[in-house]
């Protein structure tokens, strides 16, 4: 089955306790993307990767990093989580440019930070 | 840059009556492509439509349609004969055809209600 899996699905964590949340799809996509959904404020992409070891800035990048090593793989790294982090994180992916290029979606990554 | 905007934070809709949602969207490209995607309260994110811009005929889903009106920046989703399973967040996205381009613009989302 044709999947973006996130995980974890769930997690409460301190301040500045550094964590990793991972996705990975297989549908040997070339484009992934993290955002993070806040009340009101829709969905905003923080960081995204068109291709292997090709990263770039979304509009909310600071306090996040990436990585991609491999193709399936984009995890989503808070080194020094804040309070400001708790929201609900979506990992995505598309084929890339050209139609239909709709992004896939994880379930979604809800973190709580205190 | 391009800009997406939901004008109703909230709607409801009786159970099997119509309702259409609004999205207008920011451009000064040509070619691009427009989405409507719906997340339930199990916060998975659904693709519900797609539509090319250049293709001047609306998209339709089964009960789902849209209104695209290239000149006027418009892109309303209609829902026909609602059920209690469209209550959801809707989202509309915009996504440039240019070559290089992968990347969504997300609206800040309509609520739907579905009264039984």
């Known amino acids: 089955e044709a999947q973006v899996t996130q995980n974890p699905r769930y997690l409460i964590t301190v301040t500045g306790k550094k964590l990793t949340v991972t996705c990975s799809q297989n549908?040997?996509?070339?484009?992934m993307s993290w955002y993070r959904q806040d009340p009101g404020l829709g969905l905003r992409q923080i960081y995204y990767?068109?291709?292997?070891?090709?990263?770039d800035k979304g509009d909310v990048p600071e306090g996040y990093k990436v990585s991609r090593k491999e193709k399936r793989n984009f995890p989503l790294i808070l080194e020094s989580p804040s309070p400001n982090q708790t929201s609900l994180y979506f990992c995505?992916?598309?084929?890339?440019?050209?139609?239909?290029?709709?992004?896939?979606f994880g379930e979604g990554s809800r973190l709580t930070v205190l | 840059a391009q800009t997406v905007t939901q004008s109703q934070p909230e709607m409801s809709v009786q159970e099997a009556e119509t309702v259409t949602l609004s999205c207008t969207y920011d451009?000064?490209?040509?070619?691009?492509?427009l989405f409507w995607y719906k997340q339930p309260p199990s916060r998975q994110m659904i693709l519900v439509i797609r539509?090319?811009?250049?293709?001047?005929q609306n998209a339709t889903e089964n009960r789902f349609s849209v209104n695209f009106q290239k000149a006027a920046k418009s892109f309303s989703l209609k829902i026909s004969d609602s059920q209690l399973g469209d209550a959801a967040m809707y989202f509309c996205a915009y996504r440039s055809a240019g070559a290089g381009s992968y990347q969504l613009t997300f609206g800040k989302g309509t609520k739907l209600s579905v009264i039984p």
């Open positions: 451009t000064s490209e040509s070619d691009y492509y």
């Open positions: 990767s068109m291709n292997v070891e090709v990263t």
């Open positions: 549908m040997n996509h070339e484009y």
């Open positions: 995505a992916s598309s084929t890339g440019q050209g139609w239909p290029g709709e992004l896939f």
């Open positions: 539509q090319e811009a250049y293709k001047q």
